[in-house]
T-cell receptor, first 114, second 112 residues
Framework: DQQVKQNSPSLSVQEGRISILNCDYT??????FLWYKKYPAEGPTFLIS?????DKNEDGRFTVFLNKSAKHLSLHIVPSQPGDSAVYFC?????????????FGQGTELSVKP | DAGVIQSPRHEVTEMGQEVTLRCKPI?????LFWYRQTMMRGLELLIY????????DSGMPEDRFSAKMPNASFSTLKIQPSEPRDSAVYFC??????????FGQGTRLTVV
C-alpha cells in the first residue's frame, strides 16, 4: 500500500519557467512533509520541508504548498535552472507521533532544458 | 562530520551468496533507516531503528533479509541467500527526532 504517491514519473520544463511537482498522501496522521533531490549515483539530499500546521514554506526559489483537506502537497521551483534537473522525492513522516517513520514516494524526474 | 557512510559502494555477487551491507550513521542521530530504491516503488522503507532498537520491519520483503544495529554507530543489512531480484540500490539514512534525514551514497547491489 503506497501511502505517498507521486503520479508523474517525469516532467520537462524550459529554463526560466516554473516547475511544479506534485505529491499525494493517504494517511491524515502525517505531521511533517519533506522534499528531497537526487542526482545519479548520489544519495538523496534534503531540499525543503513543511509542518502540517502550515500551508506554505518558502526557501529561495523553492516553495512547498500543503493542502491538508486534499492530502496533497506540491513543490514549486521558480525560476527553473538546468542544475535543477534531478529526481525529486516527496516524503511524509509522523515526526511528533509514532516514532518518526519516514515514507517516500516513487519520485519524479525533472528535466530543465536550456 | 563525514555524513552517513555506507560500504561497499558497489557489490556484485552470485545468486545464493550472502551479502552484507554496512552503514555508519551520523554521530548523535538516534534514528536509522534502510531504504531500497526501485523504479516501481521509489524509495521503499525496509526497516528503521530508534536508539538501536528495530521499530518497524514491515517493509523487509522476505525472511532472507535481516538487519541489525549492535550499537549507535553501526548497522548492517544482510541478504541470505541473495537472488537476482534483490538487485537495487540500498540506502541508509539517519536523523535526530523531528529533523530531516541524511542519506548515505548508497550501495549498488547486483546479484547475477
Amino acid at each position: 500500500d503506497q501511502q505517498v504517491k507521486q503520479n508523474s514519473p517525469s516532467l520537462s520544463v524550459q529554463e526560466g519557467r516554473i516547475s511544479i511537482l506534485n505529491c499525494d498522501y493517504t494517511n491524515s496522521m502525517f505531521d511533517y512533509f519533506l522534499w528531497y533531490k537526487k542526482y545519479p549515483a548520489e544519495g538523496p539530499t534534503f531540499l525543503i520541508s513543511i509542518s502540517s500546521i502550515k500551508d506554505k514554506n518558502e526557501d529561495g526559489r523553492f516553495t512547498v504548498f500543503l493542502n491538508k483537506s486534499a492530502k496533497h502537497l506540491s513543490l514549486h521551483i521558480v525560476p527553473s535552472q538546468p542544475g535543477d534537473s534531478a529526481v525529486y522525492f516527496c516524503a511524509a513522516s509522523l515526526f511528533y507521533n509514532q516514532g518518526g517513520k519516514l515514507i517516500f514516494g516513487q519520485g519524479t524526474e525533472l528535466s530543465v532544458k536550456p | 562530520d563525514a555524513g552517513v557512510i555506507q560500504s561497499p559502494r558497489h557489490e556484485v555477487t552470485e545468486m545464493g551468496q550472502e551479502v552484507t551491507l554496512r552503514c555508519k550513521p551520523i554521530s548523535g542521530h538516534d534514528y536509522l533507516f534502510w531504504y531500497r530504491q526501485t523504479m516501481m516503488r521509489g524509495l521503499e522503507l525496509l526497516i528503521y531503528f530508534n536508539n538501536n532498537v528495530p521499530i518497524d520491519d514491515s517493509g523487509m520483503p522476505e525472511d532472507r533479509f535481516s538487519a541489525k544495529m549492535p550499537n549507535a554507530s553501526f548497522s548492517t543489512l544482510k541478504i541470505q541467500p541473495s537472488e537476482p531480484r534483490d538487485s537495487a540500490v540500498y540506502f541508509c539514512a539517519s536523523r535526530r527526532r523531528a529533523t530531516e534525514a541524511f542519506f548515505g551514497q548508497g550501495t549498488r547491489l547486483t546479484v547475477v
